[in-house]
């Protein structure tokens, strides 16, 4: 740094080398982006990006289509942090995307946009300065509307055989989500909701037997593995006495709006012959054995 000042002699330099730094804080994301629970199109859920100097007030987070240069924002894609979950920190931020059904599948790109720098200064322009408030860009995944399943494993199961005392049989079923052409959803985190009408058949002894249905319900099929499947566990039925049962069950996945987009309809037969015997189908592609 030089600094010029007039003494008695005149116009004099003072030269100090290394007496000022500047540093750039602006907000840099670090990939990747983690989505919390996958993202296709007519979908919403929680992304969670990492980094530093994102500043100690909440910004904005934008999903773009171009990974460098001046944002496009996504058509049909919001982020919110006034969400549930929303979050903004100097060096994490958590947002709920929300991916309508115009929006198309494909890759973009999260940016953060602080209001405050690290220290709780607000960003002044600065011509032939670098710092900003614009972070660089990090992908962010979309996939396809999940259309479709298809059962690709199923067989006798060991983590929820029927328990002592009891008839009947159940197996694990593996299915793989698929979008409208067929192809695999190939998506981590999916949450699939069930829904199922009552089981209605007959006791060995001739009695009736009607229970109780449910509407959609997370977390009894778990969730999509990075191929896009999961696992219906147990699919069967136990019960004290032999016996024939049917009941349809729907599977969904949320969409955008809150309601649900059905992607199979089963109509479920269990024969119960004996303990951990009998016969299954969930006439479509899970036949009887």
Same mark, same amino acid.
């Given at each position: 740094?030089?600094?010029?000042?007039?003494?008695?002699?005149?116009?004099?330099?003072?030269?100090? +080398?290394? =007496?000022? @730094?500047?540093?750039?804080?602006?907000?840099?994301?670090?990939?990747?982006?983690?989505?919390?629970?996958?993202?296709?199109?007519?979908?919403?859920?929680?992304?969670?990006?990492?980094?530093?100097?994102?500043?100690?007030?909440?910004?904005?987070?934008?999903?773009?289509?171009?990974?460098?240069?001046?944002?496009?924002?996504?058509?049909?894609?919001?982020?919110?942090?006034?969400?549930?979950?929303?979050?903004?920190?100097?060096?994490?931020?958590? =947002?709920?995307?929300?991916?309508?059904?115009?929006?198309?599948?494909?890759?973009?790109?999260?940016? =953060?946009?602080?209001?405050?720098?690290?220290?709780?200064?607000?960003?002044?322009?600065?011509?032939?300065?670098?710092?900003?408030?614009? +972070?660089?860009?990090?992908?962010?995944?979309?996939?396809?509307?999940?259309?479709?399943?298809?059962?690709?494993?199923?067989?006798?199961?060991?983590?929820?055989?029927?328990?002592?005392?009891?008839?009947?049989?159940?197996?694990?079923?593996?299915?793989?989500?698929?979008?409208?052409?067929?192809?695999?959803?190939?998506?981590?985190?999916?949450?699939?909701?069930?829904?199922?009408?009552?089981?209605?058949?007959?006791?060995?002894?001739?009695?009736?037997?009607?229970?109780?249905?449910?509407?959609?319900?997370?977390?009894?099929?778990?969730?999509?593995?990075?191929?896009?499947?999961? @696992?219906?566990?147990?699919?069967?039925?136990?019960?004290?006495?032999? =016996?024939?049962?049917?009941?349809?069950?729907?599977?969904?996945?949320?969409?955008?709006?809150?309601?649900?987009?059905?992607?199979?309809?089963?109509?479920?037969?269990?024969?119960?012959?004996?303990?951990?015997?009998?016969?299954?189908?969930?006439?479509?592609?899970?036949?009887?054995?």
């Amino acid at each position: 740094m030089s600094l010029v000042y007039t003494d008695a002699f005149g116009p004099q330099t003072l030269t100090v +080398s290394n =007496a000022l @730094h500047v540093y750039d804080t602006s907000p840099i994301i670090t990939p990747p982006v983690v989505e919390d629970s996958g993202l296709t199109v007519d979908s919403s859920g929680y992304i969670s990006i990492y980094g530093s100097y994102f500043g100690t007030s909440a910004g904005q987070v934008l999903i773009c289509t171009n990974s460098s240069g001046t944002c496009n924002q996504a058509p049909g894609i919001q982020a919110a942090l006034s969400a549930q979950y929303g979050y903004w920190s100097n060096t994490q931020v958590n =947002a709920l995307i929300t991916v309508g059904p115009s929006a198309s599948a494909g890759t973009y790109y999260a940016q =953060a946009i602080a209001s405050t720098d690290a220290s709780g200064n607000t960003f002044l322009a600065a011509p032939q300065q670098a710092q900003g408030n614009q +972070s660089n860009y990090a992908a962010v995944a979309v996939a396809a509307t999940p259309a479709s399943l298809s059962a690709v494993s199923y067989g006798l199961t060991t983590l929820t055989p029927c328990t002592a005392g009891t008839i009947g049989i159940n197996y694990d079923v593996v299915y793989q989500v698929n979008d409208a052409a067929g192809n695999p959803v190939a998506v981590a985190g999916l949450v699939p909701f069930e829904k199922a009408s009552a089981a209605a058949g007959t006791a060995a002894d001739g009695s009736t037997i009607s229970t109780l249905g449910y509407d959609y319900m997370p977390g009894a099929l778990g969730t999509t593995d990075a191929s896009g499947r999961f @696992h219906d566990n147990p699919f069967g039925f136990c019960y004290p006495q032999p =016996a024939t049962l049917t009941l349809t069950q729907w599977i969904a996945f949320q969409n955008s709006s809150g309601g649900y987009n059905n992607v199979r309809m089963n109509s479920n037969t269990f024969v119960l012959t004996g303990p951990n015997q009998g016969s299954v189908s969930n006439g479509v592609d899970v036949p009887k054995q």
